[in-house]
């Protein structure tokens, strides 16, 4: 069965996608801040390794390579994110800014390259991250300068992570997961975390290498960068 390994799978989208998968019978590897505090990701019961993983810090992420040493990862999904509220520049929290710019870009650019190796030795060979519409400067219309500006490098770093990796048959994507139903999208968001992971799932599904650096909404559309 192909494996997947999904971050922040604690909550919201990143549970949502662990169920789906495990479900479908693949092999789900789940990483969280806390897994003592997981008791969702711990009921979906089944074989669900649930590893110790902040982004932000690399000793975490080196026992987790070394755990994972020799495994393949058919997809490999960078999902952990915060979004620290505010509105407009007056109004910048620079250290939040800063934790932003960590967690939503660096963290995930670290995982990828740390698990390279698990990916390319897959059959899938495929990298995939949440980003957001938010970080498409086409599509800017102003307000959470910190939250914007971090999954617009985000979406950078991931086109030349596929450009460097792409010669060796790796597949990194981002999506917009759409505005969820989650605790970071608000109870009254249009979209279900069941629909989303859903969407994104058929999507990674149907890709080839001319899909390699794509940014796609939740349901396929191409996405402005």
């Known amino acids: 069965m192909p494996t997947v390994l999904i971050t922040g799978a604690n909550r919201g989208i990143g549970l949502e996608l662990a169920r789906q998968y495990a479900a479908d019978g693949w092999t789900v590897v789940a990483t969280c801040r806390e897994p003592g505090k997981a008791a969702e990701l711990k009921a979906i019961g089944g074989d669900v390794?649930?590893?110790?993983?902040?982004?932000?810090?690399?000793?975490?992420?080196?026992?987790?390579?070394?755990?994972?040493?020799?495994?393949?990862?058919?997809?490999?999904?960078?999902?952990?994110?915060?979004?620290?509220?505010?509105?407009?520049?007056?109004?910048?929290?620079?250290?939040?800014?800063?934790?932003?710019?960590?967690?939503?870009?660096?963290?995930?650019?670290?995982?990828?390259?740390?698990?390279?190796?698990?990916?390319?030795?897959?059959?899938?060979?495929?990298?995939?991250?949440?980003?957001?519409?938010?970080?498409?400067?086409?599509?800017?219309?102003?307000?959470?300068?910190?939250?914007?500006?971090?999954?617009?490098?985000?979406?950078?770093?991931?086109?030349?992570l596929a450009r460097e990796l792409g010669g060796q048959g790796a597949i990194a994507v981002t999506f917009h997961p759409g505005h969820v139903r989650t605790d970071m999208g608000g109870p009254s968001a249009p979209v279900t975390a069941q629909e989303s992971a859903a969407g994104m799932r058929r999507v990674i599904a149907g890709l080839t290498p001319a899909d390699n650096g794509a940014f796609r909404n939740f349901d396929g559309t191409p996405l402005p960068w």
């Not at 250290?95 to 390319?120: E, I, Q, S, Y």
């Open 49 to 160: 390794p649930v590893h110790r993983l902040d982004v932000d810090d690399p000793a975490d992420l080196d026992a987790l390579a070394a755990a994972l040493n020799g495994q393949p990862i058919d997809v490999l999904f960078n999902n952990a994110g915060i979004n620290i509220r505010g509105a407009s520049i007056g109004d910048i929290d620079y250290d939040g800014w800063a934790r932003t710019m960590a967690t939503n870009v660096f963290g995930p650019v670290r995982v990828a390259w740390a698990l390279k190796d698990n990916v390319l030795a897959s059959g899938a060979k495929v990298m995939a991250f949440t980003s957001s519409k938010m970080g498409s400067i086409a599509e800017n219309r102003g307000g959470s300068i910190m939250y914007r500006s971090s999954k617009t490098a985000l979406n950078m770093a991931v086109d030349c």
